[in-house]
């Protein structure tokens, strides 16, 4: 939920600067969410826009004080304007269509707009993003920046996963097998082996996303965007550090037994999220 509500954030610098200060002026702990699936249309009024319509998947809307949704202008006319609307939660209602195992948590439900006036300056449109940026201060951000978070949370559960494993060998787990030579799993080559693996494969999946995050640094420091060939590697290492660390899970359970799966063990907790959230 951080990375959800981290790159509905900084979205938010697409906005003219009075949007954010007044957010943030009204409430310093102010929450955004996003959901830019299927836009809705929104119809001109005097000083803005009225909207009306429904967006699945608003993860983290219960928590929400906002809520920027996609939209289309002038839908039925000859030139039709796409871009997203900054809403409060409060003119909105949220539908119970949630129902994921694994991941109720994210309460990624419906968000329904019915007849809510969105000011002009809460909404902004395609055309204005490609005539430049509405604050001239603003850094400069694109789904880059979204794309290279992602690993994150997936490399915090492959580094607990591994504590959590070797703290119980330390302890002293037994050898259950019949051809055992050591008394204690910690003891045994092929299990001190699997732990190897898991963790190179662990800082692998660090060096990564390492790589990642100061490409992005770099970019954003200097004010540029990202090459075509920088932001085709960011998504590489983001899909290559969650793919090594959820090999380094399934190793490190190989060597936890079965014993890790029971209900109050974390470690199968991790498992069935890390196989969750990166589908």
Not at 58 to 74: K, R
Not at 167 to 185: D, F, H, I, N, Y
Request: aromatic share 6%; hydrophobic share 45%; with cysteine.
């Amino acid at each position: 939920m951080l990375v959800v509500y981290y790159s509905a954030v900084n979205s938010l610098w697409h906005f003219p600067a009075e949007v954010r200060h007044r957010i943030w002026s009204q409430d310093p702990d102010a929450t955004v969410c996003a959901t830019v699936g299927s836009p809705s249309p929104a119809r001109e009024a005097e000083g803005g826009y009225v909207l009306s319509g429904r967006w699945s998947w608003a993860s983290g809307s219960h928590h929400a004080t906002w809520a920027i949704v996609s939209t289309v202008v002038g839908a039925d006319g000859p030139a039709p304007d796409g871009g997203v609307a900054l809403v409060p939660m409060s003119e909105l209602s949220i539908e119970n269509t949630w129902h994921m195992a694994g991941m109720r948590g994210t309460g990624s439900d419906t968000v329904v707009a019915e007849e809510v006036f969105v000011p002009a300056e809460h909404v902004v449109l395609m055309s204005s993003l490609q005539s430049g940026k509405p604050d001239p201060q603003a850094p400069t951000f694109s789904l880059q920046n979204v794309v290279g978070s992602m690993p994150a949370p997936v490399l915090g559960m492959g580094m607990t996963m591994y504590d959590l494993t070797v703290a119980k060998l330390v302890e002293g787990r037994p050898l259950t097998s019949g051809a055992k030579l050591q008394a204690r799993a910690v003891d045994a080559p092929g299990g001190q082996a699997s732990i190897a693996d898991a963790a190179m494969l662990i800082d692998g999946a660090m060096l990564h996303a390492a790589r990642s995050a100061r490409a992005i640094d770099t970019a954003t420091a200097e004010g540029t965007l990202m090459s075509p060939l920088a932001v085709a590697r960011v998504r590489m290492d983001a899909g290559t550090a969650a793919r090594q660390v959820r090999q380094a899970v399934e190793t490190l359970l190989d060597v936890g037994g079965a014993s890790r799966f029971a209900d109050g063990d974390p470690a199968q907790r991790i498992h069935m999220l890390l196989g969750l959230h990166q589908q």
